[in-house]
């Protein structure tokens, strides 16, 4: 399945997309220096948030989509040189509003969940 949003995003910095279905959408984090917000080497959680934001819009797969709420958790602290694999379903949907569920996994274990509200606009938001 093609993607067909956020074609333009940088990929080093929200991750790449591994897997797309109707649905449903696989990102992977890979994370560097550029992320590092300390002498440890822990990853800011803007970065991870990012991924997690990709991949739900990715699991929409709309080109105007948007997101309008989230919660999430930060359940494991991210270091420089992980690789965070995001997986995002979506679990509710009506009409232009979904409810996109994401699961971030590093390490063989959970490091961060959301819930993602999106919209899908008739047109670019920007546009008007």
């Given at each position: 399945?093609?993607?067909?949003?956020?074609?333009?995003?940088?990929?080093k910095?929200?991750?790449?997309v591994?897997?797309?279905?109707?649905?449903?959408?696989?990102?992977?984090?890979?994370?560097?220096?550029?992320?590092?917000?300390?002498?440890?080497?822990?990853?800011?959680?803007?970065?991870?948030?990012?991924?997690?934001?990709?991949?739900?819009?990715?699991?929409?797969?709309?080109?105007n989509?948007?997101?309008t709420?989230?919660?999430?958790?930060?359940?494991?602290?991210?270091?420089?040189?992980?690789?965070?694999?995001?997986?995002?379903?979506?679990?509710?949907?009506?009409g232009?509003?979904a409810?996109?569920?994401?699961?971030?996994?590093?390490?063989?274990?959970?490091?961060?969940?959301?819930s993602?509200k999106?919209?899908?606009?008739?047109?670019?938001?920007?546009?008007?």
């Amino acid at each position: 399945m093609p993607q067909n949003t956020h074609l333009k995003i940088n990929t080093k910095l929200c991750g790449e997309v591994l897997e797309l279905a109707k649905g449903y959408a696989k990102v992977q984090l890979k994370t560097d220096a550029k992320m590092v917000a300390d002498e440890e080497g822990l990853i800011h959680g803007g970065f991870i948030f990012g991924a997690a934001d990709f991949a739900a819009m990715c699991a929409v797969n709309e080109p105007n989509v948007v997101l309008t709420g989230s919660s999430c958790r930060f359940i494991a602290p991210s270091a420089k040189g992980d690789v965070i694999d995001f997986e995002a379903t979506i679990v509710e949907q009506e009409g232009a509003k979904a409810v996109v569920e994401v699961v971030g996994h590093c390490h063989g274990r959970d490091v961060f969940t959301a819930s993602f509200k999106t919209f899908v606009t008739n047109e670019h938001v920007l546009k008007g």
